[in-house]
């Protein structure tokens, strides 16, 4: 089996919104209510950020299960790792993720900017420039034959997509309209030249958009 | 997190039927058409089965990527491993799963009558008597904290829910009725007193049930 590139888990609005245009240090998304976009996810039993049991394990566990299922990489824009821009100010604050960030792999984190890499846990973030090929090149090597996770922000899957790198997405549409924002698309009908799609609604009212290469 | 007990993609008929009532060694379900019990899963780009590359990624495929992740331990009763009843006669014969048996984990096969474990490939066949509570206690301990799964056939499955051992079971109900053979259930509502469910439909055709204990 090839090693695949897959968007999994990734959250948008009804009007495909993933984040806001202005991300800071207090709002990451740059949306006021953007935990509606995946609290879907929170409310499963496998959610990676659990820290209490319970949870649902109905249709949405199976994606929030598959996370880290076969992942041996991920790669993410910067914006997905802190709201600094430019060069880096402050190489003592470590990323949005906290001392056990849930990746568990190596990370590659997309920069114009050189940094050394952090381990925190299991975790270690690597800061790699290059184009997206070259950057997805060292992800596999790294990820010793499993996938590879495109964890975004939608910017950073828009690039991959615009570069056809990617393989599999597992998009879910939350039942909110944000108006404004940086959209994944305007329709998911976008990428049916390329792909197959099944739509599969949940019970908590989000509605999982899957598609394959065609 | 405790070791769950699970039943997955376990199918059964519209009205019920996951085998028929005479199986042998041609015919292991007993039922003429039963592969369209189970088409759907072969039709997946994980099926464990599978030998060529392709096949789908949409719903159908998270059912059957799950299956091996986080089990660590399979119960069947000994319909599934093969159609002797009584005494073994032949233990040249060792099964119906061939040379690498889709499992990879100890197998716990129920049976009155003892016989020598076989290891094929990644999987390990044990002969274990006892009540389905004794024959849990052993797989859980095999199964170095991960889960367990219950793997049928139905007569099995149904001795575990009587004693109320399942955590979850996810039933894989496929477009077509046999009318005669043995039932999982009349109706998957009676399973409503002790699980949530969530119904889904898959653009195969099957529709999924998912339960998971209240």
Redesign the interface.
Known sequence: ?SQLLRVMNFNVSQDGVAAGEHQSLENPFGLDGAERLFSWAGAT?SWPMRTE?GG????DD??T??YS??IGAEIMGRNKFGPQRGPWQDHDWQGWWGDEPPFRTPVFVMTHHERPSITLSDTTFHFVGGDPLAVLERAREAARGMDVRLGGGVTTVREFLDADLVD?LHVAVAPVEFGTGLRLWDSSDELLDRF?R?V?P??SGVV?H?F?RR
């Open positions: 089996m039993a049991p649902s394990r109905g249709l199976y994606f299960r598959d299922h076969g599999t197959h099944e599969v949940s019970a999982h899957l394959w």
